[in-house]
């Protein structure tokens, strides 16, 4: 009966250089994808904000509108 001595080169995993080159390779990408979400996010607060300033203002334009649309005179000021 032959008994057969395994050895550590025969063992099949990851060494610890590959370990630490694939954390780095995954800060480094994460580094960039969380970038580009925070600016999204940035991004979209401003278009949203920049939405509720038109859709003030288009409201404030159709009342204003409305208003003078339904006057029956206009009084000003007088000026001698």
Known sequence: M?????TFSNLKGFTLMEIIIYIAILGIVMYF?????????????????????????????TTISDQIQS??????AVTQ
């Open 2 to 6: 032959i008994i057969k001595k395994e």
């Open 33 to 61: 994808v969380g970038g580009f979400a925070l600016n999204a996010i940035s991004n979209r607060d401003k278009i949203q904000n920049s939405q509720d300033i038109n859709d003030n203002g288009r409201f404030m334009m």
């Open 71 to 76: 006057a029956d005179s206009i009084n000003g």
